[in-house]
């Protein structure tokens, strides 16, 4: 059974940055092309960036230029590097694959002061 633990989340002034973590469990990880989700308040739960198996990456329009997405395929696990952050990107991040998703996990907040 797959796990999908993420952390890195925390409380960070307007402009500042964070790296979120996402280590997968119970999987191919190597295979799998792997996403950033987040789900803001009030609002429906988005993909903001993905990175396929051989490292190529897309991102939202809300987010490029901001925020890296990268992986390490011998620890299992995906990163985002979100830096300029703004208060619009308060929400709560979780990792996935982008198809055939498995059980999310708890995913970890961010919130963005002004």
């Known amino acids: 059974q797959v796990q999908l633990v993420e952390s890195g989340g925390g409380l960070v002034q307007a402009g500042g940055s964070l790296r979120l973590s996402c280590v997968v469990s119970?999987?191919?990880?190597?295979?799998?092309?792997l996403g950033w989700y987040r789900r803001a308040p009030g609002k429906e739960r988005e993909l903001i960036a993905h990175?396929?198996?051989?490292?190529?990456?897309i991102y939202g329009d809300s987010v490029r230029g901001r925020f890296t997405i990268s992986r390490d395929n011998a620890k299992n696990t995906v990163y985002l590097q979100m830096n300029s952050l703004k208060p619009e990107d308060t929400a709560i991040y979780y990792c996935?694959?982008?198809?055939?998703?498995?059980?999310w996990g708890q995913g970890t907040q961010v919130t963005v002061s002004s």
């Open positions: 996935n694959r982008i198809t055939g998703a498995w059980t």
């Open positions: 119970g999987s191919i990880f190597e295979l799998s092309i």
């Open positions: 990175i396929s198996a051989d490292g190529r990456t």
